[in-house]
């Protein structure tokens, strides 16, 4: 397996040390509590290959601050997020939480975004037993530090537990469905989930007829798409980060070809919905402003608020999934085991969440099993009338929806 540091480019010593002091800390307050403020300091990729999605997670934090600010924020102080550019690079990020513990000596850590990045920091909170909540680690069993937990309940064995429900879900039709393609990007997480469904899908009979890695920010998908014609799968599964999965579709459409059924990990949501192309396309997903996490008073502000700011800002995709529901747990978790206990002690803290667990707008999370995973929650959805609608397990499915198998 890819490793983050074989697939982001390594800055020397005195460049990270440059940027780390380069790097202006953004903070957010809203002055509706008193007493000085809880200072929680993190990292997101506003810049580099990965800030489209590092750009979702900075809305939802400065929504999430401002509303919590707007009632008893942490402790009945306010919450000051000191937030800092990790630029996409993971050895920025390691030095960046260093930063900031041991120079903006933050009252408590909340992590960044992606596998390598999030890794990077938690190895900054193990060094000074700081707890960490982040927010999309897909290597679970990288995860060996006792005090973090993840606000994306993902299980801890997503490569077998993930790949068994969406096949689940694509098998419940009924239709024949006898052979499958895996092309996947060499980025960490997507690569782990890669590799876990293909021998899934091998152990349930079905037949491989490709299997291709390329490098993470590939740009020419035309090699690529001719392979895939060429193995004409039943299912074309596709490791995908961001637009890597519309730039395959874009590629096979040059060429004259559709694929019969195709599941994308972890696509940009938007693109992949509005395009044509996109039509059926299956992907993952934890949370949707659909039922039954729409039902959720806290929930339903949330999408609204996340629409408005989404639109503000130009997004090309304004409704709240996924990538905005784990961002939006994350920080439920910190802050509510906070005001529970009634304590900034990371003791305390690492306590209350073992043996409670938190509610979330994606449902109640467990960190009582294997290194502080519970259930895997994750979903099917499925492009249906240019929207997503979640398909798989009947149970969660969006009313009136189901999984559209070829």
């Known amino acids: 397996m ?91 990020a390691r030095t960046l939480y260093e930063r900031l513990v041991t120079v903006d000596k933050v009252d408590l850590l909340i992590g960044p975004y992606a596998t390598a ?5 938690m190895s900054v909170a193990q060094r000074y037993n700081k707890v960490l909540v982040h927010s999309t680690f897909g290597i679970p069993k990288l995860a060996t530090y006792d005090r973090h937990f993840p606000g994306w309940p993902i299980g801890f064995t997503p490569e077998d537990t993930v790949s068994n429900m969406a096949l689940d879900g694509i098998l419940s039709t009924g239709k024949q469905v006898k052979t499958f393609a ?16 293909r021998e899934v899908f091998k152990k ?48 096979l459409e040059k060429i004259n070809y559709t694929p019969k059924n195709h599941l994308y990990v972890y696509p940009s949501p938007g693109q992949l919905a509005q395009s044509p192309l996109g039509k059926d396309a299956l992907s993952l997903t934890i949370y949707e402003d659909l039922p039954p996490f729409s039902d959720n008073p806290e929930a339903a502000t949330f999408a609204r608020l996340y629409r408005e700011a989404a639109t503000k800002a ?6 709240p999934e996924t990538q905005a ?28 969440l073992k043996k409670n667990g938190a509610d979330t707008i994606i449902g109640k999370v467990r960190f009582d099993g294997p290194q502080n995973y519970g ?32």
């Open 325 to 352: 529901g784990a961002s939006y747990s994350s920080w439920q978790i910190l802050t509510g085991a906070v005001n529970a206990t009634k304590s900034l002690d990371d003791d305390a803290l690492t306590a209350h």
């Open 2 to 92: 890819a490793s983050g540091k074989s697939i982001i480019s390594q800055p020397s010593r005195r460049d990270l040390l440059a940027m780390a002091l380069a790097a202006g800390a953004s903070t957010t307050t809203l002055a509706q509590t008193s007493g000085p403020p809880v200072r929680v300091g993190g990292t997101l990729s506003l810049t580099g290959p990965l800030a489209a999605t590092g750009a979702i997670h900075k809305i939802v934090g400065d929504l999430f601050v401002q509303e919590a600010n707007k009632k008893q924020g942490m402790l009945g102080r306010p919450i000051e997020w000191v937030l800092l550019d990790d630029q996409s690079k993971p050895d920025l």
């Open 375 to 406: 259930d895997d929650l994750m979903r099917l959805k499925q492009v249906q009338d240019g929207k997503w609608a979640i398909v798989w397990p009947k149970q969660v499915a969006t009313p009136g929806k189901t999984i559209i198998i070829k």
């Open 314 to 319: 130009g997004f090309p995709f304004v409704d």
């Open 182 to 197: 895996v092309v996947t990007s060499k980025f960490p997480s997507v690569h782990f989930l890669a590799v876990g469904a």
């Open 204 to 251: 349930r009979g079905l037949t491989e007829s490709l299997y291709l890695e390329f490098e993470f920010g590939a740009r020419d998908f035309g090699p690529i798409a001719a392979r895939v014609r060429e193995a004409n799968p039943d299912i074309l599964y596709m490791g995908a980060i961001g637009l890597e999965g519309n730039q395959l579709l874009e590629a």
């Open 117 to 121: 990045n999030i890794l990077s920091a």
